[in-house]
Each structure stands twice: as C-alpha cells, then as structure tokens.
C-alpha cells in the first residue's frame, strides 16, 4: 500500500497521487477508534461465519441499534450478514476492509448482540469421515 | 467499494453452514490465483490483511519517521457443495516474509495444494517444507505451462525428495477437471489419515 509512504524530499517529489493511488483518506483502523483487536474478535479465523441476529429476539441488540454507537461499517456488516451467513474472509473483501478491522468491528457486533459467529472446526478434531465423504463427492460432482 | 452480492428475499437460513478450508500454496506466479478461479463459484476475491511494524519479523526500519504499513494480500474463492457445507480455497501470501501469516491459514485446514513450475522448482521448497513440518496433508501438483519442458512425475519426486506418501499430480490450473482431481486428492489423504485413526 502506498499510503504510508512518506513522499516528502526523497527524490520522487514530481510524482502525484490521484484517487485510489493516493491510500485512503480515511485510516483503516479509524473505523476502529483505533483498536487493533478485541475481546471478542481477535481469535476470528478466516472463515468463521458470521449470521445477523434477529433483533426481536435479542432486546440488547435493539438497544445497541438505537444508541447509535455504532459505525456505518458495522452497519454494512449487520445488513450483509442478515441477508445471508458471510464468512470474516468474504465479509473483508466485500467491504474492501483488511481482516484485522472486520475482526474487530464483528468483536463489537457480538457483543452488542447482533451477530452470532459458528466459528470452523477447531484443528485438533477435524471433520468427521462423513463429512470428508461429502467434500469428496461435492468436488467430484462439480 | 467492490458491490457485494445482495441476495435480498431469500429466506433467512436458519443455520450456518459447515466451513472447510483448503490451501493453495507456490511460488510467485505458479498459478495460485488462476487454480482457485478454475472451480471456484465466485470471482477470487482479495483479503488484505494489514502489518505495522510489530507485525513485522523481518525488515527492520529504522526511526519512526519511516514507519509504514505493509499489506499483504490473500486471494480466495468459494465452493458451496451443499446448502450447508461450504469450502474455501485460499491462496497463501507468496513472499518468505510472511510465513508467519501462513500459521493463521493453515489452522484447521483439511489440507494444501502445493503448486509447482517445473521452471522455477526451488519456488515450492518452502512450502514443501512448511506442510510436512506441520504434518499438514499435501498433494504437489505440477501446472504444466504451454511450452515449458514436462518431466515425469518421479523426475519431480526426486528433485523435491518428497515423502513416498505425496501424491504428484501433473495438472492445468485452469481447466476445472484437472484441478478437481487435485482438491479429491488432498481431501483423500485426510480421509486415509482417519481411518487409519479409526481402524
């Protein structure tokens, strides 16, 4: 990324930055009132999948939608989420955020209650012959 | 802003689906990208994870008027084989310098596809050597690029002294057939390694 280069004196002063080129005007971690992890989404994988929580069924969640603490970005997270379970992977680069900012933002979601996370299967006990049977005849029949 | 994909109307699933991983790994310029395209369902798509220097085990900058961020990109892509059993495919960071992104990816992993150009064949040690450290299954696949020299598969064996229990497979990243087998042949080896457990 080019944004945190300094162009200042170091022999290239004639070149400009325009548009996508120039970074973004906003920091990444901004979104984030600058924090880099959080209690709930730092040990996010890539492919845990987030689910929106039906607000009615979560009054905390309700609550934290009308106290407006929250930023656009979480927004965008808990309306895409609604329409469909994402994964942290797609859930980055549909909004063209890095990973380390959405993990905190669905950190916040979950805490607020709006989103719940099924997190992939933990390493030590990898699926189950059946479902390996599936991945198998799901690749074969593609 | 990339659009998003809205699929407004459809009926709010009830579950999550079963998320599995699989990894690409080689060399800058192997094919990584091109194989995830061939059988994935969507676009690759692009992650990109953002390093300080904290994250930064290897360049050293001196004085903090230089600090910079580095973003290291992942490409990716998706294949939903039921309603309720999604894979995804992630191509690794090619630059040695990011290993230590790799730990993060290869947690939980059902295996790796380790791509290879018979050009550039040292490109794929560290990889090799990544995955057997870890135990992690692996299936080397050979992208046989228009115009470059085939070699046989043992010729391959050799060069990277793999592991008898490796298998070779000599592939085209773009053709979705031959990089089925590939994926098969990865997720076999899982499939051998439980029963084994089990039996």
Same mark, same amino acid.
């Given at each position: ?103 905190? &933002?669905?950190?916040? &979601?979950?805490?607020?209650? &709006? ?28 | ?199």
């Amino acid at each position: 990324m080019t944004a945190g280069l300094t162009g200042d004196g170091s022999g290239d002063g004639d070149v400009r930055w325009y548009d996508d080129a120039a970074g973004p005007v906003v920091r990444p971690y901004a979104m984030t009132r600058g924090r880099t992890r959080s209690a709930d989404g730092a040990g996010l994988d890539l492919i845990a999948v987030v689910v929106a929580e039906d607000p009615a069924e979560h009054p905390g969640a309700a609550h934290a939608l009308a106290d407006q603490t929250l930023s656009p970005e979480h927004l965008d997270i808990a309306e895409l989420t609604r329409d469909m379970p994402r994964s942290v992977a797609e859930l980055a680069a549909g909004l063209d955020l890095p990973v380390g900012v959405v993990r905190v &933002l669905v950190g916040d &979601l979950l805490d607020a209650g &709006l989103v719940r996370v099924t997190r992939p299967v933990p390493p030590a006990e990898l699926p189950d012959e059946s479902i390996l049977r599936e991945v198998i005849h799901g690749l074969r029949a593609l | 802003m990339r659009p998003l994909r809205s699929d407004r109307g459809r009926t709010r699933p009830a579950t999550a689906p079963v998320a599995l991983k699989l990894l690409v790994a080689g060399g800058f310029g192997a094919g990584k990208t091109t194989l995830v395209g061939a059988v994935s369902e969507i676009r690759p798509l692009r992650t990109e994870e953002l390093l300080t220097e904290a994250g930064r085990p290897v360049d050293d900058t001196s004085g903090v008027e230089g600090k910079r961020t580095t973003t290291v990109a992942m490409d990716f892509g998706r294949i939903t084989l039921r309603e309720d059993l999604v894979l995804y495919l992630f191509g690794t960071p090619g630059q040695d310098r990011f290993w230590f992104l790799w730990d993060e990816l290869a947690r939980g992993a059902l295996g790796a596809v380790v791509l290879a150009d018979t050009r550039r064949l040292q490109d794929c040690f560290a990889a090799v050597d990544y995955f057997e450290r870890r135990g992690i299954p692996f299936t080397l696949a050979v992208n046989c690029f228009d115009g470059a020299e085939r070699y046989p598969e043992e010729d391959v064996r050799d060069a990277l002294d793999l592991d008898p229990g490796v298998p070779v497979i000599l592939c085209d990243a773009r053709e979705k057939e031959s990089v089925k087998g590939v994926l098969v042949s990865v997720v076999e080896q899982r499939f051998a390694e439980l029963a084994q457990q089990a039996g």
